[in-house]
């Protein structure tokens, strides 16, 4: 395959990343994609590079609305507001003076305060299916454990985390392309959540509590916070971010460690390995499989100019994979050492929620090793994952055994 034919949005891509990704970063590891009409980055030193250039602005998913039919625009002005004020899709001044307010409540504090409640949650995910002697993972564990710790975070009532599960499951539906249908279930579930987010938000008005809507309400009086619209917009964020990354992170983490005997058997042995297995499995394969950027002003990456305003597509798990920076790249290795991998972004846009997502994982992994010694896949052919172009795909079934 030469760089000219890349397929970006082959269907049967899925198994075959990789070996693409390799292609990719010793043919044409700065390719201008005819398909995306944008750049695509595949090696690790590239990547990095442009995550803390701060000459970068982050791509707006309004843009992408704004490439809708003039006549089909209009119906979607409620998402495209709402997208609009989300921190991680604002200019860089405006994402950091969201970022300064959110870092008083995401504070190694919070996060190990946290820790109590997302053993409990997890434990009360595992009694339930204990009995049966099997899980499905994905609707078992990694869907609920998120939205139920992100339920504590919002101050929304544990009964209506299903609520929470339901919305981001249908928000993602705006980052898999143009179908006007799913974009329609996207903004429903947009509106459904602003408005019950409203009324949460009058009652921490009424009566403050230790979660970040009273946070964000501090933020509405002091400035950090432009207004109660954007404050809503970002309660969305927070879910559809915190609850999207470590459903994945779980998933994806259960792969990596059933499908690799030896490392399971030494993680049971040495449980302290289990903050680096975290790392590694973001390294390995991390939740967010790619980042757009557009460059302010031309740049040259690998021997190539590219034109101000152009789209960059940065490849996350082709740079977590670059033999340059990871020996043996392919191996999954829970004692690696000096994993830098880029799972949680890189510079001013780097997660902020990233030491939640860790612990909960942690917390996840060590209540499944502790509890069921013969955890195992049920079947490799029962594993789904759902493709979601250009190079994406998420894990829809995983069936264990205990």
Known sequence: MNSAEYDLFDSSLEGKRLPLYKRMRAENPVYLSPQLMGFVLTRYQDVATVLRDPRM???EMTIFLDLLPSDARGEFDPLHKSLSMWMGHKRVEDHLRLQRLLKRYFTPQMVESMRPKAEKLTNQLLDAVAPQGEMETMADLAY??????????????????KLLQHWSKEIAFV???????????????????????????????????????????????????????ELLANCILLLFAGHETTQHLIANGMLAILRNPSQLALLREQPELMPNAIEEIMRFDGPT????????????????????RSMLFLINNAANHDPEVFPDPERFDIRRKDIRHLGFGHGAFYCM????????AQVCFDALLRRFPNLRLKSEDLVKHELSPPLSRVPVSIPVLF
């Open 353 to 360: 929620g990233s030491a939640l997502a860790r612990m909960e």
């Open 57 to 59: 602005s982050v791509a």
């Open 289 to 308: 499989q790619m980042t757009v950027r557009i460059n302010n002003e031309p740049i040259t990456l690998g021997g190539k100019e590219i034109p101000a």
């Open 144 to 161: 609920p454990l998120p939205a139920r710790v992100i339920a504590e975070l919002l101050g929304v009532p544990q009964e209506d985390s």
């Open 175 to 229: 980052f898999q392309g143009f179908d006007l249908d799913n974009l329609r279930r996207s903004q429903k579930a947009v509106l459904e959540m602003t408005e019950y987010m409203r009324n949460i938000v009058k009652e921490h008005r009424l009566v403050p509590r230790q979660d970040i809507i009273s946070v964000m309400i501090a933020g509405l009086e002091d400035g950090s916070v432009a207004s109660e619209e």
